[in-house]
């Protein structure tokens, strides 16, 4: 893991650069292959943002059947990366830690463009409110720049 943090003295708020592995995910929250749908943090600031990547690869279990032929990666798997990628903003987070993070709403879905084998997904999610237990974020995923699918997530910790 490497670590870039914000100059002394400066008026930003500490700013994480990290590299993260799946396996260094794992210890921050409980999805677990297969479903797992991250792959890598690539940039983290606990409680506030986070930046994930999924390859998605031509073996990819969902594949099988969605569709014979036509493989796309379903947008609800993709909502799902999305998720996983908020609950490492949530879960990282010393007083949230070895907690479960649940959907509580979805809303603005919108799908843009499909993901096929081959793409790297660029998984971007900002927290915009926290209370008590609820949070909400604006989540956006990117395929080589152009917007894939965005949506407001409501999260709720147990």
Request: aromatic share 8%; charged share 25%; glycine share 8%.
């Amino acid at each position: 893991m490497t670590y870039q943090i914000s100059a002394p003295g400066s008026n930003a708020l500490s700013h994480y650069r990290m590299s993260m592995d799946s396996i260094e995910i794992q210890k921050i929250i409980p999805h677990r292959p297969p479903f797992l749908l991250i792959d890598e943090i690539v940039e983290l600031q606990p409680g506030k943002r986070a930046v994930g990547t999924k390859n998605v690869t031509a073996d990819e279990w969902f594949f099988q059947g969605h569709f014979p032929g036509y493989p796309i990666m379903p947008g609800v798997l993709i909502i799902e990366a999305l998720a996983q990628t908020g609950a490492v903003v949530i879960l990282s987070l010393p007083e949230h830690a070895g907690k479960i993070v649940l959907f509580a709403r979805i809303d603005k879905v919108k799908f843009k463009r499909e993901v096929k084998p081959g793409d790297r997904l660029l998984l971007e999610v900002d927290i915009t409110r926290w209370r008590g237990k609820i949070g909400k974020g604006l989540a956006q995923a990117t395929v080589n720049g152009e917007l894939v699918a965005e949506a407001e997530l409501t999260f709720s910790v147990k």
